[in-house]
């Protein structure tokens, strides 16, 4: 049988900071302890927001750390094909729709999800004749999973969580199959939508096991809905803690000097970087 396969999947959009470490390296350890192959995917579908320089500095920031990975890199900008595909099965199975709402219309129908605290939007699919004439008029849409008729069509799941969720969720967990409404699966000025692209693209690299922060817990549900749907494999899940600054707030993009770029800059070692991470310190 062939070995588990982990993965990184940053998004060109900054550089990456104490928290991109974080992650990268809980994953790559976790892989090689195992003797796993390391994929690493780089995530640059928003056109608007990713940049080439941002990329090479993944790449400089992950030999810096020592990470390596097996195989070619993948981009998503170079996947459109693949996503194309699946949005085709989801809409072929009339289980993607197209919705022309516009945001203000999207925002006003929100409405809490049926487990939990978000609030989420339901649509529907227009008659065939008003969708032909918006269509003809040049009406913007997005493509929505009807992710009710989904879950019906996909019965109840689950998925396994080797690490835990924000709220410390372990185990097997019950998908929450409608929890996050219909998702935009893809729209115009993005092309695919990132839980699509995920999906897919997991599947496509084989990646038995996904190492990621917490904040993508509740996208897993959706996610395996996706896989369930797309016929694609179940990879095991491993959410580790988000790292926080001094002032107790998660790293974001927006925080300059906490760049790897930074840090190194600063004279700080790899080493003591991977040191101060305290790694072993989670779940
Ligand atoms: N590209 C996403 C990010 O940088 C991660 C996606 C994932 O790990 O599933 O936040």
Known sequence: MAGPVFRFAPSPTGRLHRGHAFSALMSWRAC???????????????????RPEFEAGILEDLAWLGVDWDGPVLRQSGRGAAYEAALARL????????????RREVADAMTR???????????ERLPEQEEAARLAAGEAFAWRLD??????????LSFLETGAGPAGETGRQITQTDSAGDIVLARRDIG??????????DAFQEVTTVVRGCDLFA??????????????PEPVYRHHRLLVGPDGKRYAKRDRAETL???????VSPDRLIAELDLDGDH
């Open 113 to 123: 999800a049926p487990h939990g605290d978000e609030v989420v939007f339901f649509g």
């Open 91 to 102: 809409a072929e199975g009339g289980l993607a729709y197209r919705c022309f709402r516009t």
């Open 147 to 156: 992710v009710r008729a989904a879950a019906e069509r996909s019965g109840p």
């Open 261 to 267: 770029q930074a840090l190194r800059e600063l004279g």
């Open 32 to 50: 090689r302890a195992a003797k796993g192959a390391f994929r690493l995917r780089i995530e640059d579908i928003d056109r608007v927001r990713c």
């Open 219 to 232: 996208a897993t549900h959706v996610q395996r809905l996706l896989q369930v749907l797309l016929g694609l």
């Open 192 to 201: 695919v939508a990132y839980h699509l692209a995920v999906v897919v693209d």
